[in-house]
């Protein structure tokens, strides 16, 4: 499976973006995809997941500001996030999980928020 992400960009703070990740390849083995983040000197951390069934999950930070939403026709998953703050710079990655267990990881997007 490719990932790849789109979407990132600099922002204000209290603004918006939406975070696009087009799959391709071996989609039959996706379970689910997701997002995570990465700050600088911190850990990667996840965001939001959305099964092939559409449960959803999100980090306790992203509940009620970013929705995680598919489009299996465009074999896309968007991370729409509003209300954002400093706290939400980040690289953010895409993610598919697979049926036998592996991950597949996008290359990254940077999304910087200024105050």
């Known amino acids: 499976v490719q990932l790849v992400e789109s979407g990132g960009g600099l922002v204000q703070a209290g603004g918006s973006l939406r975070l696009s990740c087009v799959a391709s390849?071996?989609?039959?083995?996706?379970?689910?995809m997701g997002w995570y983040r990465q700050a600088p000197g911190k850990q990667r951390e996840l965001v939001a997941v959305?099964?092939?069934?559409?449960?959803?999950v999100y980090a306790d930070s992203a509940k009620g500001r970013f929705t995680i939403s598919r489009d299996n026709a465009k074999n896309t998953v968007y991370l729409q996030m509003n209300s954002l703050n400093n706290e939400d710079t980040a690289v953010y990655y895409c993610a598919a999980m697979s049926v036998a267990g592996g991950t597949a990881w996008g290359q990254g997007t940077q999304v910087t928020v200024s105050s």
């Open positions: 959305i099964t092939r069934g559409n449960s959803t």
């Open positions: 390849g071996s989609i039959f083995s996706i379970n689910a």
